[in-house]
């Protein structure tokens, strides 16, 4: 369906099966509509450029990389305005530090129903945050000078996407260790768990997008 009041979608996905899945579903909603489609980072970037669609959704088969890759690719050269982009994955807990770190707006399960999908891609469309992002809206109200110094350095990297056994290596701490300061900092910081710890941190600006 195409009108001025519809919401333009690019679609990024590598698999034709899933690809069509998904322009479905979009296409089936009156105020969405899939403007074009590409395989891969590039190929989206042209895409972009050409008809400067509302949201870009990129569905990741291999993990962060690929959407990572491709989100890059959508940023060189700097466009008139950056992309507003809900990346799909498998597994959201393990990528959501690399993805929030490059300036996704919005990040969703794979898995998700159509009608989380469509609602996604509205509020991603229209500059707020989707998915995991939104649902973490609010968690860890208490102030970060609860932390330790120690605990704040353990929080940093958290952020930064690495896991127990990087932390342990780079600040030279057993992982029983490091597990204990993140448990402290989930209760100190009244964090649900490492995904909304990751967005809380971003959120008070303890780590920048791109740092």
């Known amino acids: 369906m195409s009108g001025s009041a519809c919401t333009r979608i690019l679609l990024v996905d590598s698999h034709p099966i899933s690809l069509t899945g998904l322009r479905t579903i979009l296409d089936g909603c009156p105020d969405l509509e899939v403007v074009a489609v590409a395989e891969d980072g590039s190929g989206a970037a042209a895409r972009f450029r050409e008809l400067r669609p509302d949201v870009v959704v990129v569905n990741s088969h291999t993990g962060a990389a690929e959407a990572l890759a491709c989100v890059c690719a959508l940023s060189r050269p700097a466009p008139p305005r ?3 982009v809900l990346v799909l994955l498998d597994n959201v807990d393990a990528a959501a530090g690399q993805v929030l770190r490059v300036g996704v707006r919005g990040l969703l399960s794979s898995a998700s129903g159509s009608g989380e999908l469509a609602a996604a891609v509205r509020a991603t469309a229209a ?4 998915g995991v992002p939104a649902r973490a809206a609010g968690a860890g109200t208490a102030p970060l000078r609860r932390l330790t110094d ?4 353990v929080f940093k990297l958290v952020a930064r996407g690495f896991s127990n056994a990087e ?3 780079e600040l030279t701490l057993s992982e029983s260790t490091v597990k204990f300061h993140i448990q402290r900092i989930m209760e100190k910081l009244e964090l649900r768990n490492r995904v909304h710890a990751v967005i809380f941190a971003y959120e ?3 780590i920048r997008i791109g740092s």
Request: no cysteine; hydrophobic share 25%; aromatic share 0%.
């Open 82 to 84: 950056p992309a507003n």
């Open 127 to 130: 500059g707020r945050p989707a």
């Open 167 to 169: 932390i342990s290596r």
């Open 150 to 153: 120690r605990e704040t350095e």
């Open 204 to 206: 008070k600006e303890l």
